[in-house]
């Protein structure tokens, strides 16, 4: 059973940057493709970015956020990373990491439990 | 940028047939999923490759696709199927893309 969970700091300030970790549990970070996700309050789902290193390391991200995204894996440790700068209040959602099947168009087959993350001062 | 469109709420009685739908460009084109989210849990994808069940998905769920319009059916609905239901494809230019979601009040 695949099983993931996200952590990192529960609150960041303006400006600041986002760093959150995404540990993954029975399967291998280096053979699948993984996504990070996000679902402000009140709001709908958000596909941030993707990466997978099969083969070679090979990241996507949303246009709208390219620029301040940056998601990295750590095969030794079976993490995956998201960093995302100078946040502002409409960073504050639910992130989410998800294993990512890329067979017939791209979808997401196991989530993580979501992170809170609120961007206040 | 790729937009996907739902209605923002749908509502149906115990033991009837739920019809939520999602509407974008060129989208059967492209392969749709759906996802389940109830209050405090994380998504879980119910239909994907626009007609697929996931193991352990009720046969009740089910997906279609043509033109511009994919819907996700529910038959005999039960109270636990009470959630948000959120449309998802793959877009060669945007990436990831859902539709804003669609609360079934059951």
């Known amino acids: 059973q695949v099983q993931l969970q996200e952590s990192g700091p529960g609150l960041v300030k303006p400006s600041e940057t986002l760093s959150l970790t995404c540990t993954v549990s029975g399967d291998s970070i280096g053979a699948s493709y993984w996504s990070w996700l996000r679902r402000p309050a009140g709001k709908g789902l958000e596909w941030i970015g993707r990466?997978?290193?099969?083969?070679?390391?090979?990241?996507n991200y949303n246009p709208s956020l390219k620029g301040r995204v940056t998601m990295s894996v750590d095969t030794s440790m079976n993490h995956i990373s998201l960093s995302l700068s100078s946040v502002t209040a409409a960073d504050t959602a639910v992130y989410y990491c998800a294993r990512t099947l890329s067979s017939g168009g791209a979808y997401f087959d196991y989530w993580g439990q979501g992170t809170l993350v609120t961007v206040s001062s | 940028s790729y937009e996907l469109t739902q209605p923002p709420s749908v509502s149906v009685s115990p033991g009837l047939t739920a019809t939520i739908t999602c509407s974008g460009d060129s989208l059967g084109d492209k392969y749709v999923c759906w996802y389940q989210q109830k209050p405090g849990q994380s998504p879980l994808l119910v239909i994907y490759q626009d007609n697929r069940r996931p193991s352990g998905i009720p046969e009740r769920f089910s997906g279609s696709s043509s033109g511009k319009t994919a819907t996700l059916t529910i038959s005999g609905t039960q109270p636990m199927d009470e959630a948000e239901y959120f449309c998802q494809a793959w877009d060669s230019t945007t990436g990831g893309v859902f539709g804003g979601g669609t609360k079934l009040t059951v």
């Open positions: 990466i997978h290193t099969i083969g070679y390391v090979n990241v």
